[in-house]
C-alpha cells in the first residue's frame, strides 16, 4: 500500500502457485515461511486450507509482497542469499530511529509500504537488498533529526525494550551481526542539572537553554530528571552555562521574571552558590562550599554572600538545618549576649524583625530577646545604631 493510498486484498492463487514453484527446489515450506517473514500456519492455509476449510482465496497485500520477493529459481542458498540479506541491520536502523522519536509508521510512509511491513523487518532474519539499501538511505536521512513526538511514547517504547539510538553504531558495524553497540561514556547529572537549575534561577528559561544547546526542549528538560548523563550532553550545558553564565536577560522581560519564580518554587540554587571545584561533585553541599571557603571571622561577608540571591529566611526548614549545622560548625553563630547584639546589628541594618534576625543569626528568637535585654539594647537605641550602618 503507498502512502495515503489503500490497497484492497489480494488474489492469493498467483502467489499460491509461486510458493508451489519454490517447493519444487532445494526450499521447504518453513525455510519459505523464514525468509518471508510469512507465518507457517498463513503459509498452510495458503496452500492446503485447514480444518476442512479451502485454501486461502483473498490475501494481505504485504503478505503477497513478502512471498512473491523470493526467487523461484534459485536453487542454492548461496545464490539465494545475493539476493537476501541478513536482516540485523535493517532491525538495528529501525531500532535506532525509534530511539530518537521515529516510530515505524514514520518509516513507513517515506518508504511507501505499511507499518506492518516495516513491522517484520525486525523480525525475520533476512530481507531482500533492495529493502535494505532504501532502509539504510533512510536511516541516513533521519540519524540526525529527532522526531516530533511530544508525547514521548515512541522513544518511552524504545527505552522500555532497551534499544540503542544511533550513537551505538557506526557505518561498519550496524550491518555487522557479531559486532557489539558502542555504548556512550556516563556521568553522574549533578554538576549538569545544577547548572541548569543555576541558569533558571538568572531567569534563563529551558527554551532558551535548550535552543542556545542546539537540543529539543522536551529533552534538555529531561537533564532536571536523570541521574546520569552521557559525557556529550555533560559537555553541551557546560557550554551553555559558559555562555549564559555571566549574563542576565534584560530587565522587565517577563520570560525571565516567570522563569526565576518558578526556579525560586522549585529550590534550585543559584551559581553563586558553587565553584569550579564542587559544582560537578556529587557529595558536596552549596552551603557547605560557601562557608568552607570563607574567613571564619567574617560573618557579615558570608552572610551577604548567601543573601545576595537566597535570602536565608526563605529557605525551607530541612535546608536552613543544614545551614545552621555548617555555621555552627566553623564558629559562625554568635555566642553571649554582647556577640548576639553586635551581630543582630551588623546583619539586621534593614530594619527587620527580630523573628527574621534571629533565623539569619541561626539563633532561637528567645535567645536573641535575652540578649538584647542582657545588653540593655533599647529600641531607641537599636534604631539609631541601624540608622549610623544604613548610613555607612
Known sequence: ??????????????????????????????????????SFGALERLLYGKGGTPPTRRMLPELADALLEITATVPSRAHRQSHLVDAVGARRRLQALAVIGW??????????CTAQTVHRYTR???????????????????????????????RNHARRQRWNGPQAWTPQTIDDPAAEPALPDLVDAAGTRRRVEALCHLGWSLARQAVCADQPVAEYAALLRQSMVTAEQARAVTGVYDALGMTAPLPGDTDAVLTRRWATEQGFLPALLWD????????????????????????????????WQVPIETLPNNELAILNRHRHEYGLIPRGPEAITKAYLAHCADGCSRAIAAIRLGIPKTRLDQALWATQTTRRSLRSAQARLAAA
Do not use: C
Open 124 to 154: 525475520q532474519p533476512y530481507i531482500t537488498q533492495a529493502k535494505h539499501d532504501q532502509l539504510a538511505v533512510l536511516y541516513d536521512e533521519l540519524r540526525r533529526r529527532p522526531a516530533h513526538d511530544p508525547e514521548r511514547r515512541v
Open 276 to 307: 569550579d571545584d564542587t559544582i560537578d561533585d556529587p557529595a558536596a553541599n552549596a552551603r557547605y562550599a560557601i562557608l568552607a571557603h570563607g574567613e571564619h571571622g567574617d560573618e557579615a561577608l558570608i552572610w551577604r554572600a548567601l543573601h
Open 103 to 112: 516510530s515505524f509508521s514514520d518509516v513507513a510512509r517515506r518508504l511507501g
Open 1 to 38: 500500500m503507498a502512502a495515503g493510498r489503500w490497497e484492497a486484498m489480494r488474489d492469493a492463487e498467483p502467489v499460491r502457485q509461486h510458493v508451489q514453484s519454490l517447493l519444487g527446489t532445494d526450499l521447504t515450506l518453513r525455510r519459505v515461511a523464514e525468509l518471508s517473514g510469512v
